[in-house]
C-alpha cells in the first residue's frame, strides 16, 4: 500500500523528493500518514477533497483485495 500511495503523490506533485509515507500497522487496519511540501498539500486535497477521496478509494479497494483495512492522512 506504501508503494502505491507514494507513486500516485509523487505524480501529482510539483515536489516528488519531498513526499514521504509513513506506514503505522494496526490490530484491525493499517494508516498511511501521507506529508508532501507545504505548496503541494492542496494539490494532493484538491477541491473540495476530491483528490485525497479518490486517493483512499483507491488504496480501499486495494487494501480489500488483500483483505485489509487501510487509510490515508495527509500530515504536515
Known amino acids: 500500500m506504501k508503494e502505491l500511495v507514494l507513486l500516485i503523490a509523487r505524480a501529482l506533485?510539483?515536489?516528488p523528493e519531498q513526499v514521504e509515507v509513513r506506514e503505522i500497522a494496526g490490530e484491525k487496519a493499517t494508516?498511511?500518514?501521507l506529508k508532501?511540501?507545504?505548496g503541494d498539500?492542496?494539490?494532493i486535497?484538491?477541491?473540495e477533497?476530491?483528490?485525497i477521496k479518490a486517493i483512499r478509494i483507491i488504496v480501499n479497494s486495494a487494501s480489500a483485495k488483500l483483505?485489509?483495512?487501510a487509510?490515508?492522512?495527509v500530515i504536515e
Open 41 to 43: 498539500r492542496g494539490k
Open 45 to 47: 486535497i484538491g477541491k
Open 49 to 51: 477533497g476530491r483528490i
Open 31 to 33: 494508516v498511511l500518514e
Open 67 to 69: 483483505n485489509k483495512r
Open 71 to 73: 487509510t490515508v492522512e
Open 13 to 15: 506533485v510539483d515536489s
Open 36 to 38: 508532501v511540501a507545504d
